[in-house]
Structures are given as C-alpha cells and as structure tokens.
Nanobody, 115 residues
Framework: QVQFVESGGGLVQAGGSLRLSCAAS????????MAWYRQAPGKEREWVAR???????NYADSVKGRFTISRDNSKRTMDLQMNSLKPEDTAVYYC?????????WGQGTQVTVSS
C-alpha cells in the first residue's frame, strides 16, 4: 500500500520561509519522477515542482526562484524549501508522483501566508 505523509506546513508572514517534507512508504519511490502539488480554496490542484530520480528539477513559473525541491531515495523522502513566501502561496500542499495516474493522496500539509 502506497502512502504519503506530508508535514512542515504552518502559518508564516509574507517573505518568510517554510520547509515541507514528504515521507513515502513502499519501494517504488526511486522509480518515479516525484512532485509537489498544492490546492488553494476554491481552486483545482496544481503542480508546483517536480524532481526526476536523476535529481533534475522543474518548477511552475509562479514559484521559480523561490522554491527548491529535493529528494533522498534511500530515505524515501522529498522536501520542498519555500522562501520569499507570498499570500498566494496559501494552500494545502501534497506530494505524489508526477503523472496523471496518481497514487492515493495523503492528507497534505496546510501552508498559510499572511500579508
């Protein structure tokens, strides 16, 4: 059974930083391109950042230059360092593989950025 547990969210002022973590169960982790997603109230879930198992990364334009994704295949973990946070970054953040055929979603972690 594949499970994701996201953590590290919280309330932060605009301009602040947070570091999110994703812990994955199962031996699949190193096989896939992994990604962070977010869903703001009233909006659809959107892709934020992805990391290939080679370590190559890509970011949505809205977070480029501010967020950094990393992974540790040996620990089956993935992090998202978020700097220079903006109120529009407020959302529930999730991790999953970068694909339209997702594994079951975790509970996510809430990030709230106050202005």
């Amino acid at each position: 059974q594949v499970q994701f547990v996201e953590s590290g969210g919280g309330l932060v002022q605009a301009g602040g930083s947070l570091r999110l973590s994703c812990a994955a169960s199962g031996s699949f982790f190193s096989l896939y391109t992994m990604a962070w997603y977010r869903q703001a109230p009233g909006k659809e879930r959107e892709w934020v950042a992805r990391i290939l198992n080679s370590g190559s990364t890509n970011y949505a334009d809205s977070v480029k230059g501010r967020f950094t994704i990393s992974r540790d295949n040996s620990k089956r973990t993935m992090d998202l360092q978020m700097n220079s946070l903006k109120p529009e970054d407020t959302a529930v953040y999730y991790c999953n593989k970068f694909s339209s055929s997702y594994f079951p979603w975790g509970q996510g972690t809430q990030v709230t950025v106050s202005s």
